[in-house]
């Protein structure tokens, strides 16, 4: 069965970032994926630190990722770039993680930019040799179009169709990949 891991890059506790990432993961299992959601808002990941091997649940997390097909990796943004809860989990990953990984990208932001963040986000998976879907969502106004809480949703279609899309394009080319 193909694996679909989800990496929220957020520590809101109503966290938009999260809720369209679960709207996305709904699609994949939809789709016939098996799903599990990384929520580095909820783990004990210190800084990285390139001298020591293991820190906090830097294995385990490494190790959900190795074992996904494909990630759909979501973050707010913030200055333009995504956070900086993303950037530190994305310093433990490498080329392991990530080779042959279909990687879905998706950025909330509460104002109206997010094309810095998608290509920072872009360009960051390409250097551990990550496959990049085509199909990306960013989501402006974030706090308007997503609905958080227990039963998280989009409520702009346009915007929940996007998200539901690129949870079924992560499956798809994660599958691809792994033939």
Wanted: overall charge negative; charged content about 30%.
């Amino acid at each position: 069965m193909t694996r679909i891991a989800a990496i929220s890059g957020s520590r809101r506790e109503a966290s938009t970032t999260r809720a369209a990432l679960a709207v996305a993961l709904d699609a994949a299992a939809d789709a016939g994926a098996e799903t599990d959601l990384i929520d580095l808002g909820a783990v004990d990941l210190p800084l990285y630190h390139p001298d020591e091997d293991v820190q906090g649940d830097s294995e385990a997390l490494k190790r959900r990722v190795r074992e996904a097909d494909g990630v759909l990796a979501g973050t707010p943004v913030y200055r333009g770039s995504f956070s900086s809860t993303f950037k530190n989990f994305h310093d433990f990953c490498g080329s392991e993680e990530y080779e042959r990984t279909a990687v879905g990208l998706l950025a909330t932001a509460g104002g109206g930019s997010y094309g810095g963040t998608l290509e920072h986000l872009r360009s960051t998976f390409r250097n551990v040799h990550a496959w990049t879907v085509p199909h990306e969502v960013g989501i402006e106004g974030a706090s308007r179009r997503v609905e958080t809480g227990e039963n998280p949703r989009i409520v702009d279609a346009d915007v929940r169709q996007r998200t539901e899309r690129l949870g079924r394009v992560v499956v798809e080319h994660a599958e691809r990949l792994r033939r």
